[in-house]
């Protein structure tokens, strides 16, 4: 059973810093590996949007609002995936979740809230 565990969520003020972390427990597929491994966030009323991921063999992709400002990076030999989060915004407010795709099936971690106060 594969599961997703984050941490690095938390309270800071705008224009600060804050790294989530995501760790993969359980054993992912041999034959799929992973395809791609990432961040979504969900701000209240809102769809849940992408923030960062990390796909095989290319460079990783980014949304719109956040690029400039955070970082994703992937250590492979821990399958563990991180988000340095800069210059943080109000708007950055919301639930971050760990996504994971291995071949057809996909893993979300339960969720990390990050709130940035003005």
């Known amino acids: 059973q594969v599961q997703l565990v984050e941490s690095g969520g938390g309270l800071v003020q705008a224009g600060g810093s804050l790294r989530l972390s995501c760790a993969v427990s359980g054993s992912i597929s041999r034959i799929f590996g992973i395809n791609s491994m990432g961040w979504y966030r969900q701000a209240p009323g809102k769809q849940r949007e992408l923030v960062a991921v990390i796909i095989r063999g290319g460079n990783p992709n980014y949304g719109d609002s956040v690029k400039g400002r955070f970082t994703i990076s992937r250590d492979n030999a821990q399958n563990t995936v991180y988000l340095q989060m800069n210059n943080l915004k109000p708007e950055d407010t919301a639930v971050y979740y760990c996504?994971?795709?291995?071949?057809?099936?996909?893993?979300w971690g339960q969720g990390t809230q990050v709130t940035v106060s003005s």
């Open positions: 996504y994971l795709l291995s071949g057809p099936y996909e893993y």
